[in-house]
């Protein structure tokens, strides 16, 4: 699977609190479609959120099939996760789908993607998308060097160093907090 450009999702743990942002920016090409896309869901009755990265339409239907497997597996995230991602694996359909999720409850997060990986990222920081390498940097040294932040504080000012960097990444954030 090649990286899912064009958004920046992250998502940490930290201080007993859980928090998801991301980007609004959607493009085409290299053309900017539309700037306030809300790539950020909640899930499961709003006890799980969801970011994607990759193609609006793809990433729908995954957050419906995990949807589903929430519900299936009595909102054992972690269940859940697996079992899209070896559905997303095996099924001829969902193979195809171009898009990867971070789910977080207010335990753990993780990262789904369709080569069949649950992952539970180190230093509880997980980012995705074009700009993910830069907010996932910052989010680990301002988690380390200023712990007094709120996750919620650490993901704004991480997407923000993200969109100032990655030209697939804006300044319209949306975060969510557990």
Not at 21 to 36: E, H, L, P, V, Y
Not at 117 to 125: A, I, K, M, T
Not at 129 to 140: P, R
Request: net charge neutral; with cysteine; charged share 20%.
């Amino acid at each position: 699977m090649q990286p899912i450009h064009a958004t920046t999702i992250l998502a940490i743990l930290h201080n007993g609190e859980v928090s998801i942002g991301g980007d609004g920016q959607a493009t085409m090409g290299n053309t900017i479609a539309k700037s306030n896309v809300k790539k950020i869901r909640k899930l499961h009755e709003g006890k799980v959120v969801a970011g994607f990265a990759g193609s609006t339409a793809d990433a729908f239907t995954l957050l419906d099939r995990f949807e589903e497997k929430l519900n299936a597996y009595g909102g054992n995230m972690k269940r859940a996760a697996i079992e899209l991602a070896k559905d997303w694996r095996m099924d001829r359909y969902l193979r195809r789908l171009e898009a990867m999720l971070i789910a977080v409850n207010k335990e753990e997060v993780l990262v789904i993607s369709g080569t069949g990986d649950v992952l539970e990222p180190d230093n509880q920081v997980a980012a995705i998308g074009s700009g993910a390498m830069y907010a996932q940097s910052a989010a680990l040294a301002l988690k380390k060097h200023a712990p007094h932040l709120s996750a919620a504080e650490i993901v704004r000012e991480s997407l923000n160093i993200a969109a100032d960097i990655c030209i697939y990444t804006n300044h319209n954030l949306v975060i969510e907090k557990l």
